[in-house]
C-alpha cells in the first residue's frame, strides 16, 4: 500500500453505511476520523477529537450541516471551524478552534478519504456494486494468499464465487487488520449477493487462519 506521506485515497466506508444525518468512525493511515454526512447530504471528514476535552467526535451526532460532540454539544462546520458552544450562546467561537480535517469524495458508491493533499482523485469502480464491508484480523499479505492473488495498486482483489465476479477493495491498517469491501461486477440479484458474502466471509477466515500461522 502507498505511504501515509503520499496523499493517497483510503476507502472509508461504503455510502449505503451513511445516511444523512448521521456520524460513523473510520480509520485511514492517519489515525480514527469521525466519517458524517450533513442532512443536505453532503460528506465531511473531520479528526476524531474534540478540541475541548478530546471526546471522540465520532460518539457525537449530526444537527443540520454541522457535528456536535456528545460531551458539550461544541458544534463543527464542514471546514472543522467551531461554530457554536453551549455554555456560551452569545459567543462567536474565535478561528483558532477548529478540527482537523481530511479531503474525502464520494465516487461509485464508496467514500474516500484523503491522507495529505491527493495528486489526483480516487480510483473509478466502474460496473462494480458495491455489497458491504467486514474487517479481517489479518494483514494484506495473508488476505491476497488466502484470494491466491496479488492486490492491484487501486487495493483491488479479484476471487472466485459461485454466483459470478467478486472483487474485495481492500484497506489495510498499521495494526495488522484489513477493512474488505466486497464488491459485486454486476448487480444480479440476491442469491448473487448471498454467494459474494458468504465467499467474502470464507476468505476472511482462511486468511485470519494464515495470519495465526504468521504469528505463531
Known amino acids: 500500500m502507498p505511504s501515509a506521506t503520499t496523499g493517497f485515497w483510503t476507502p472509508v466506508a461504503l455510502s449505503r453505511d451513511l445516511p444523512a444525518g448521521t456520524v ?16 443536505s447530504g453532503r460528506i465531511s471528514a473531520s479528526a476524531d477529537r474534540c478540541p475541548h476535552r478530546g471526546m471522540r467526535l465520532s460518539h457525537g451526532f449530526v444537527r443540520g450541516e454541522t457535528l ?29 478552534i477548529r478540527v482537523a480535517t481530511h479531503d474525502v469524495e464520494e465516487t461509485d458508491n464508496v467514500i474516500w478519504v484523503a491522507v495529505g493533499t491527493p495528486a489526483s482523485k480516487p480510483p473509478k469502480l466502474d460496473g462494480f456494486t458495491p455489497l458491504r464491508s467486514l474487517t479481517a484480523f489479518a494483514g494484506l499479505a495473508a ?14 482483489v479479484e476471487i472466485d464465487a459461485s454466483t459470478g465476479a467478486v472483487c474485495l477493495l481492500l484497506s489495510a491498517w498499521e495494526d495488522g487488520q484489513t477493512l474488505i469491501h466486497v464488491l459485486l461486477k454486476a448487480d444480479t440479484g440476491p442469491a448473487a449477493g448471498i454467494g459474494a458474502s458468504r ?12 495470519q495465526r500461522e504468521i504469528a505463531q
Open 199 to 210: 465467499a467474502a466471509e470464507s476468505l476472511r477466515r482462511r486468511a485470519e487462519g494464515l
Open 143 to 156: 488476505i491476497e494468499a488466502a484470494a491466491g492473488a496479488k492486490a492491484s495498486p487501486d487495493g483491488l
Open 24 to 39: 460513523m468512525p473510520a480509520r485511514t493511515a492517519a489515525g480514527s476520523i469521525a466519517l458524517w454526512r450533513s442532512a
Open 68 to 96: 456536535s460532540c456528545i460531551y458539550h454539544g461544541w458544534s463543527y462546520g464542514q471546514a472543522g471551524n467551531c461554530l457554536r458552544i453551549p455554555a456560551h450562546p452569545g459567543l462567536t467561537p474565535p478561528e483558532t
